[in-house]
């Protein structure tokens, strides 16, 4: 009977309430999801500014780093530089720059950019740091300024920033022997060191100098630190100011390599 | 609701046509922008023969407030389109617009000509001088209240228009903290970000979001409703992992370390924003029963949608996480990602708006123009080009600087053959844009429109057997 009865009645889906979602929900979703996070990012920035001091070493903030980062920011050098990452990617990253270079390197590469690096990548001379343009006193000011500016970033915690590189790079591989390095004369350790590796230890833009004397000799040597573009035009190798005594010291040491 | 209101036809409020005038500015400050984006490419093909007189960082500022400039140029002119219309009133004062139009492409020609004089404040994408700030903050303000007037004073005050309005007040509020000074780098990066970070990958969003729902309604037929309701839930998803978001910014800068966490989960989500708002597009598309007569204003809406998926949602996330970052940060991987996230998200909405508001404005059915369709592909293609060549670029920068101690400037002339490739893409994508402005002085100037408005169907420019659509 009651089987008779259904069959007369066509079987009908219960009805389910509408799962759709209605127009203020939504915008309880928008405004309420806005405010949470907005808060917690205002709770989170609180805590940032309170750490901020002492992770970037804010007392070491002298007046001279403050001037440097004045410099810093007045002639745009994020352009195309980066510093702590961030800036144009036309020129290389800065943050650990004085670490890398040392600071007569510095020096000597802003006061002539394009010497360092003949033919190559430009970067803007500037007057500030030319002696001939505003004195050799106020250029060297401006120098320390930036490069304490500099030094300063260095020492900030970046949580690992920039990391070391982690591939090993092709050709021998020497060990590192800080101690072929001893004998260096100061300007070879601050300057020369920035582009060329001694036992290991060094810049890798020059060509690594271990066992440099026997394959170049003395006057080759010495002609070719003197006046690189005169040997071979086009090279890399910037024309450095120095006195005869610094090149003297400079040939002696390679010769012992 | 409101059928007859939303049906496609000549523009409807004289006040409207003011938005003309903000796009024939977008379309003078964009090709500025691509001359400078030559500047850029050429000098890392290793040309660099303006050195002496523009050298890299002046052109890159330049480029990068052009874009910044016409953005907001177009932002501004798509409101002065879309909120009269939304309140159903005349703008509140048209003069009042004109003004501020004229002094914000002022100020812009100022901070230009100072970048080329070296005055700045060098700081990232705000390198506008602090007194130029100011009148920029003037000129917002009066956008702004003119803007506010019109929805107080108008007959409704729909989501769309809220939204917008939301988006833009936002977008001023949040300039400010970019005009504090700190003297300690690590704060000012921070609050650099605020600005940045925040206007990009949050309340420029929601000005996307406002156009992308005017347009949607406009060209698809669905129910304002089912539109605006949908709108919510984008922007909702936006802040939702944007505002957090930011943190992808605050990894390595001198921020905590807490920062990696939080920015690496947030930033993760934010494809999901960009990737409802391309579903969101497509399905609003699909589902409206009406078909409109212009088509290139449709295919760049859409294709908004969905290039900012890609641009911003999916290349973001290519290197957003920390464990990524670490190699990333700071190399071509950036404007391999910024290019077309710009290009996607902002760019096109811009384009499409113009698309959409030109024959209504003109009454000129110029978007069946072969150029207008060519305009959308050479543009679309090209920018899919300069992203890949910047992709490899950067991807070999990463390996060869970053990961195996390479010298900088010895990678950097490795890559010249590629800004090569980013150069021919570039110019693929200039085509594109010559044509699209081509397209844009054929439309000529708008016409003349009843005060008071609604104009209604009469001065519907259209063959009468194109007005049978809908």
């Known amino acids: 009977m009651g089987l008779g009865n259904g069959a007369q009645r066509p079987f009908q889906l219960p009805q389910l309430p509408p799962l759709m979602l209605t127009k203020s929900a939504a915008k309880t979703f928008f405004l309420g999801g806005t405010a949470l996070c907005g808060v917690a990012f205002v709770l989170l920035t609180m805590d940032t500014l309170a750490q901020l001091p002492s992770r970037s070493h804010q007392e070491a903030m002298t007046d001279q780093v403050v001037r440097g980062h004045h410099i810093w920011n007045k002639n745009n050098c994020m352009g195309c530089h980066t510093l702590l990452g961030e800036g144009g990617y036309y020129a290389p990253e800065l943050t650990k720059v004085v670490e890398r270079r040392g600071a007569p390197w510095i020096e000597a590469f802003l006061e002539d950019p394009e010497g360092f690096f003949p033919g190559r990548r430009k970067m803007v001379k500037y007057a500030i740091f030319d002696p001939s343009k505003v004195g050799a006193e106020t250029a060297a000011a401006n120098k320390a300024d930036i490069i304490a500016f500099l030094d300063w970033v260095g020492k900030i915690d970046t949580n690992g920033f920039p990391a070391k590189p982690t591939m090993n790079q092709a050709g021998p591989q020497i060990p590192a022997d800080a101690q072929r390095l001893e004998g260096a004369p100061p300007f070879f350790r601050s300057v020369c060191s920035g582009c060329h590796a001694v036992g290991g230890v060094g810049g890798n833009v020059g060509p690594a100098l271990d066992g440099v004397s026997t394959r170049l000799d003395e006057v080759y040597l010495r002609r070719w630190i003197a006046n690189p573009q005169a040997l071979k035009p086009g090279t890399a190798m910037p024309k450095l100011a120095m006195d005869e005594a610094t090149l003297d010291s400079i040939v002696t040491f390679l010769r012992t390599l | ?470």
């Open chain 2, 1 to 470: 609701m409101l059928a007859s209101t939303e049906t496609q036809g000549a523009v409807r409020y004289r006040s409207q046509r003011i938005a003309y005038w903000f796009f024939a500015a977008c379309m003078l400050l964009f090709s500025l922008q691509l001359v400078y984006g030559f500047i850029l490419g050429f000098a890392r093909m290793g040309m660099d023969g303006l050195h002496e007189w523009i050298p890299f960082h002046v052109a890159r500022a330049t480029h990068t407030n052009l874009l910044v400039v016409w953005l907001l140029t177009g932002f501004m002119g798509s409101a002065y389109y879309i909120i009269p219309e939304e309140s159903e009133r005349e703008l509140w004062s048209p003069k009042l617009a004109i003004v501020q139009l004229i002094t914000l492409l002022l100020v812009g020609v100022a901070a230009i000509v100072g970048y080329h004089l070296n005055w700045w404040e060098g700081r990232k994408f705000l390198e506008i001088p602090r007194e130029l700030d100011w009148l920029v903050v003037v000129n917002v303000l009066a956008f702004l209240l003119n803007i506010f007037m019109t929805i107080w004073k108008g007959k409704r005050k729909t989501t769309t228009a809220m939204v917008l309005f939301f988006g833009l007040l936002m977008s001023a509020l949040l300039y400010l903290p970019g005009m504090i000074s700190f003297k300690n780098l690590t704060f000012d990066s921070f609050f650099r970000w605020w600005v940045v970070h925040l206007w990009v990958e949050g309340v420029w969003e929601l000005i996307m979001g406002a156009i992308l729902s005017f347009l949607l309604i406009k060209l698809t037929g669905v129910d304002r409703e089912v539109i605006e309701k949908w709108l919510y839930v984008i922007v909702g998803f936006t802040f939702l992992s944007g505002i957090l978001g930011t943190g992808h910014h605050y990894y390595f800068t001198g921020t905590p370390h807490y920062w990696l966490m939080v920015g690496g989960v947030f930033s993760a989500l934010e494809p999901l924003a960009f990737l409802g708002m391309a579903m969101y597009a497509l399905t609003m598309a699909r589902r409206g029963g009406r078909k409109t007569t212009n088509r290139i204003a449709l295919l760049w809406t859409l294709g908004c949608a969905v290039m900012s998926f890609v641009g911003a949602g999916f290349l973001g996330f290519a290197h957003t996480l920390p464990q990524v970052n670490l190699w990333t940060h700071g190399t071509l991987i950036t404007a391999m990602h910024g290019h077309m996230a710009f290009w996607g998200a902002y760019a096109m909405i811009v384009l499409a708006m113009i698309s959409y508001a030109m024959p209504e404005l003109t009454g000129r059915a110029m978007y069946k123009s072969w150029m207008a369709e060519w305009a959308f592909w050479a543009t679309n293609v090209g920018m899919i080009g300069m992203t890949g060549a910047f992709a490899v670029m950067g991807i070999a920068q990463v390996y060869m600087e970053r990961k195996a101690g390479m010298d900088f400037l010895e990678v950097q002339e490795s890559l010249q053959v590629h800004a090569f490739g980013l150069v021919l893409a570039a110019s693929l994508l200039t085509l594109g844009v010559a044509l699209f402005i081509k397209n844009f002085l054929d439309y000529g100037f708008p016409q003349e429109v009843p005060t008071g408005g609604p104009a209604g169907a009469k001065l519907d420019p259209r063959p009468a057997d194109r007005r049978k659509d809908h």
